[in-house]
């Protein structure tokens, strides 16, 4: 990875994680007020989308945010909705997409999202919350929610179920494991280290096993940080 990659985070990750995050690319903290409530106001996942020709943004947000995403040549559009104080409307954008695949609360999803994702499959989950709990690794799904857990089964998918006891959320009983990392070309990012998570070996198995290599970013608890989204 390089300077010309972009990645997007929640200003509030710990600095250490931060700190490993800028040997891949140029660094953007992110934060909001006045949105939604503070334990997400800096989740990437709450505001962006990522879709297969570009970024999918919630409108509302400060004018400077829309113009790095110009001046890193990223391709964006904007969403319809705005995100609000409660679920659903903190859900909007929290949708999984892959190359043949939306996965997503079809009841709650920007239309911006179904728009750029019309030649796709879409794949209704009652979890809203999806990219929070659900990450893509090729043909293998990993999750921290069992009602998605049983529809991809349910839909002949390989999907493994992870309990998120452990993963911090400020706030919360726990976050979930689909926030603590982020997936790049061949690499998962993971805010924090696999050895104080109960399922770390599993999780790290079946990473490897997908053909990805393991970022752990600092010596510490996993931490929702509403993803790392990396972007070029």
Known sequence: MSAAIL???????PFEAKSKLLDYGDVLDFETAGITYPAISGHPDIFFCQAPAGL???RGLPDHYYEVFRQKGLNFVKG??????KYPETAYYNAVITDNLLIHNLKVTDSAILGAC???DH????QAYTRCNLLALNQMFVTSDKGIHHTLVSKGLDCRYFSPDGIQ??????GFLGGACGIFEDKVFVCGSLKYFSQGKEFKQI????GYKLVELYDGPLVDVGSIMICK
């Open 80 to 85: 319809e909705l705005k995100p609000g104080n």
């Open 56 to 58: 999918v943004v919630t």
């Open 123 to 126: 794949i209704h989950v009652n």
């Open 118 to 120: 019309s030649d796709l």
């Open 169 to 174: 959320l400020h706030g919360f009983r726990h």
């Open 7 to 13: 990645i997007i985070i929640d200003k509030k990750m």
């Open 207 to 210: 990473v490897d096993r997908a």
